[in-house]
């Protein structure tokens, strides 16, 4: 099973998931589907990676929502 990381967009929560079917990269990618998060118990979209650790040195922090993710990953 492909397993990737998904990341909350409203706190930053980090889950390692293995039903994502999208074809992932070094980056990410915005979820179509809204994810339950366990942490902030809502409905709310998410980013998708396959490596946590290189999408933090590949991430363009020129792009506002690079930033955003950065800044969530950071916490």
Known sequence: MNKAYTICLN????QVRTDILENLN????????????PKCS???????????????????KENKRDRQILNLIGR
């Open 11 to 14: 706190c930053g929560k980090v």
């Open 26 to 37: 070094d980056t990410y990618i915005i979820l179509d589907k809204k994810i339950k998060c």
């Open 42 to 60: 809502k409905s709310t979209k998410h980013a998708a990676t396959k490596n946590i650790k290189t999408l933090s040195k590949k991430i363009n």
